[in-house]
């Protein structure tokens, strides 16, 4: 088993910027890789960005590219996400999951889940 557990959200305005930060209960050996996944109400989750258990591959959806970027600190077991240029598009409730196996993007491919927090970022 693995907890997870998500802080820093908040509410910023266009432009600015926030670090999101993922604390696990077990090291890295206990799984595959790390992602953060958003959702909006009524919507679907979608993938955002992620990390595999050594830290040296990432991945990032399209509409972060550029602006989000995924890093992790082993020895605190913490993946953070640094968000940057946000838009009003960005505000979700912000997930960390990690994964035993499957694929890095596969929302239904990951085993553990935090409970989320919540980004908003204002029109």
């Known amino acids: 088993q693995v907890q997870l557990e998500e802080s820093g959200g908040g509410v910023v305005q266009p432009g600015g910027s926030l670090n999101l930060s993922c604390v696990a209960s077990?090291?890295?050996?206990?799984?595959?890789?790390i992602a953060w996944f958003r959702q909006v109400a009524g919507k679907e989750r979608e993938f955002v960005s992620s990390?595999?258990?050594?830290?040296?591959?990432?991945n990032y959806a399209d509409s972060v590219k550029g602006r989000f970027s995924i890093s992790r600190d082993h020895a605190k077991k913490t993946v953070y996400l640094q968000m940057n240029s946000l838009k009003p598009e960005d505000s979700a409730v912000y997930y960390c999951?990690?994964?035993?196996?499957?694929?890095?993007?596969?929302?239904?491919?990951?085993?553990?889940w935090g409970p989320g927090t919540q980004v908003t970022v204002p029109s």
């Open positions: 999951a990690a994964r035993v196996r499957g694929r890095w993007h596969v929302v239904d491919d990951y085993d553990y």
């Open positions: 077990a090291s890295s050996h206990s799984y595959t890789g």
């Open positions: 990390i595999d258990g050594n830290g040296g591959i990432t």
